[in-house]
């Protein structure tokens, strides 16, 4: 693979200093592992090791990160006894710091109960009207994507389609690739 990858602003300046902020799909970790989800958020924000102890200043960062996402009761779960969507709100926390300028969440509710990924989405909502960062939502769940996006882009190999979730789902490309999904969204 190769290319290169340009940040630019609503006129085309190129952006020095972009933050990114990303939420993976999955996380793959030992979930017999003896660590809370303060001990893994603090990892982040600290240079001494967490089995020293949390300090003060960075519990309270802690506390912070956990509260802009709901996830203050989490503190003092171990991370492999979180369920998919407390563990998704526990990465989100870990993405916002420092607050990025482009938040990626690549499937983040994939597997997340209907509860969660309303807790989730809405969270990040919220988080995109107060924090004005820019959301990139890699997700095949529609329901979701007319629910959630401002704008769509309809993807295989190059861009097939692009603008508002009606525009896309009302474009004939988006029809004749998913005609059964199509016909359900008209």
Same mark, same amino acid.
């Given at each position: 693979?190769?290319?290169?990858?340009?940040?630019?602003?609503?006129?085309?300046?190129?952006?020095?200093?972009?933050?990114?902020?990303?939420?993976?799909?999955?996380?793959?970790?030992?979930?017999?592992?003896?660590?809370?989800?303060?001990?893994?958020?603090?990892?982040?924000?600290?240079?001494?090791?967490?089995?020293?102890?949390?300090?003060?200043?960075?519990?309270?960062?802690?506390?912070?990160?956990?509260?802009?996402?709901?996830?203050?009761?989490?503190?003092?779960?171990?991370?492999?006894?979180?369920?998919?969507?407390?563990?998704?709100?526990?990465?989100? #926390?870990?993405? @916002?710091?420092?607050?990025?300028?482009? $938040? /990626?969440?690549?499937?983040?509710?994939?597997? *997340?109960?209907? =509860?969660?990924?309303?807790?989730?989405?809405?969270?990040?909502?919220?988080?995109?009207?107060?924090?004005?960062? #820019?959301?990139? @939502?890699?997700?095949?769940?529609?329901? $979701? /994507?007319?629910?959630?996006?401002?704008?769509? *882009?309809?993807? =295989?190999?190059?861009?097939?389609?692009?603008?508002?979730?009606?525009?896309?789902?009302?474009?004939?490309?988006?029809?004749?690739?998913?005609?059964?999904?199509?016909?359900?969204?008209?």
């Amino acid at each position: 693979h190769g290319g290169t990858i340009r940040h630019v602003d609503g006129e085309g300046r190129d952006v020095a200093h972009m933050r990114t902020g990303y939420v993976p799909q999955h996380l793959e970790f030992d979930k017999e592992m003896p660590v809370t989800v303060e001990d893994f958020l603090a990892a982040s924000l600290t240079r001494r090791p967490v089995w020293t102890g949390v300090g003060k200043k960075t519990r309270a960062q802690v506390m912070e990160a956990l509260k802009m996402v709901e996830g203050e009761k989490l503190l003092h779960r171990p991370l492999g006894r979180c369920s998919g969507g407390e563990l998704q709100r526990v990465l989100l #926390a870990l993405a @916002l710091h420092p607050a990025p300028d482009l $938040l /990626v969440l690549d499937e983040p509710v994939s597997g *997340v109960d209907q =509860n969660g990924l309303c807790l989730f989405l809405d969270t990040v909502s919220a988080l995109k009207k107060s924090r004005h960062m #820019a959301i990139l @939502l890699i997700s095949h769940d529609w329901s $979701l /994507v007319r629910r959630y996006a401002d704008t769509m *882009v309809l993807l =295989n190999k190059t861009v097939l389609c692009e603008g508002t979730p009606d525009t896309v789902f009302g474009c004939e490309t988006f029809r004749e690739a998913f005609p059964a999904a199509a016909g359900k969204e008209a």
